[in-house]
T-cell receptor, first 115, second 116 residues
Framework: AQSVTQLDSQVPVFEEAPVELRCNYS??????LFWYVQYPNQGLQLLLK??????LVKGINGFEAEFNKSQTSFHLRKPSVHISDTAEYFC?????????????FGSGTQLTVLP | KAGVTQTPRYLIKTRGQQVTLSCSPI?????VSWYQQTPGQGLQFLFE???????NKGNFPGRFSGRQFSNSRSEMNVSTLELGDSALYLC???????????????FGEGSRLTVL
């Protein structure tokens, strides 16, 4: 089974400052990794994904994440945040092969961007 | 292209009642998954349907059931509601069940169920 740990439940940051949201995963098999964002009263939206290849992946809205296999991490970063980035962010994993697979989500990190 | 549509958006039920939630996936998407989101448990997988067949099921009691129709629309049903069933129920669709892009889900806005 896979598991995901998001180390920070709340991250406050001032506008235009950089931010890093941390995600660690556990799995005995190869996985694909994702970051989703949930704005208030909305569903989840895919930010970015890692399937294979370059360990640095770029997503929408200026976000990027780096896959580190040795540290089993997939931290999300943005060099300069905006008020509109205030939302809850979820890291998720799925087995890379096999049948009957489903996304396993972390508990989420609430990012609050302060003016 | 229209997104994933869930109805109703909000509903209130009392303990012991049953509820049916509906999900219309993005046109062309054949896989529909359901998730329960609560403050305490976070996002938990309920089940996935693909081409009218349940392909995967999470660890929920039999009171939670679902189905998918030939047009890929899906419904989930919760019988004998309990207070703990209060949650946001999210539906997500994708192109395929399995394959390299599994995990790239398109979510609806959810149905918020309150059980009194």
């Amino acid at each position: 089974a896979q598991s995901v740990t998001q180390l920070d439940s709340q991250v406050p940051v001032f506008e235009e400052a950089p931010v890093e949201l941390r995600c660690n995963y556990s799995s005995s098999v190869s996985v694909y990794l994702f970051w989703y964002v949930q704005y208030p009263n909305q569903g989840l939206q895919l930010l970015l994904k890692y399937l294979s290849g370059s360990t640095l992946v770029k997503g929408i809205n200026g976000f990027e994440a780096e896959f580190n296999k040795s540290q089993t991490s997939f931290h999300l970063r943005k060099p300069s945040v905006h008020i509109s980035d205030t939302a809850e962010y979820f890291c998720a994993v799925i087995r890379a092969s096999g049948s009957a697979r489903q996304l396993t989500f972390g508990s989420g990190t609430q990012l609050t961007v302060l003016p | 292209k229209a997104g994933v549509t869930q109805t109703p958006r909000y509903l209130i039920k009392t303990r012991g009642q049953q509820v049916t939630l509906s999900c219309s996936p993005i046109s062309g998407h054949r896989s529909v998954s359901w998730y329960q989101q609560t403050p305490g448990q976070g996002l938990q997988f309920l089940f996935e349907y693909f081409s009218e067949t349940q392909r995967n099921k999470g660890n929920f009691p039999g009171r939670f059931s679902g189905r998918q129709f030939s047009n890929s629309r899906s419904e989930m049903n919760v019988s004998t509601l309990e207070l703990g069933d209060s949650a946001l129920y999210l539906c997500a669709s994708s192109w395929t069940s399995g394959g390299p892009n599994t995990g790239e889900l398109f979510f609806g806005e959810g149905s918020r169920l309150t059980v009194l």
